[in-house]
């Protein structure tokens, strides 16, 4: 089969729908997602103040995926502190305590959210006072660029193969998302488009 035959034989085949592929995400996977989007500085995502401020900053940090039932739950190690410089001392209320953000795996807008957020933690007054801060701002970050991943893939496969064909990711449908003990398995229906 001459080269060109074979390179529209490939290109008929990738443009066709693809159908149902499976895909699953280990927890270890996750976690090096979360550590690369979230944790940017120095392996900490501040919620208020920097790696600069001794006195009033909430991080969190160590992040460790696993499964609670039905609900995809992301560990953490939290430290803050809401203290003002008296006397060349801070003072004020701190803690450091360990941190469960749990929701239910959702596909929207092209990347997996955890929806019906919950955070859960040891008994801390200080911390009561700073969960609604690191609720919505987890809400808001914690999530897998699905969509984005699965293009970005596609095109580092045919540059790595040489090929002059670009295929491009043309539809997406996630069927169904299944917390596992050890992994999230995801269902989805797929069309690629050679360009």
Known sequence: MRRGSLLLALALVLAAPAGAVELTLTYGALERV?????LTQG???????????DCRYAFVQEPKVSAQGSRLAVR??????????VAGRCVGPGDTLEVTASGL????????RLADLRLSAPESAY?????PLLQSRLRERLSYPLRAELEQALSAAA???GSPLRPRLSALTVRSLLVE?????????????VE
């Open 34 to 38: 979360i550590w690369a989007r979230l």
């Open 43 to 53: 392996g900490r995502y501040y919620l208020e103040g920097s790696s600069t401020d």
């Open 76 to 85: 953490f190690v939290f430290s803050g502190r809401a203290a003002a410089r």
């Open 105 to 112: 795996p959702r596909y929207e807008a092209g990347e997996i």
């Open 127 to 131: 911390f009561k006072l700073v969960v």
């Open 159 to 161: 540059v790595a193969a």
């Open 181 to 193: 003990p050890h992994q999230l398995r995801v269902s989805v229906d797929l069309s690629l488009a």
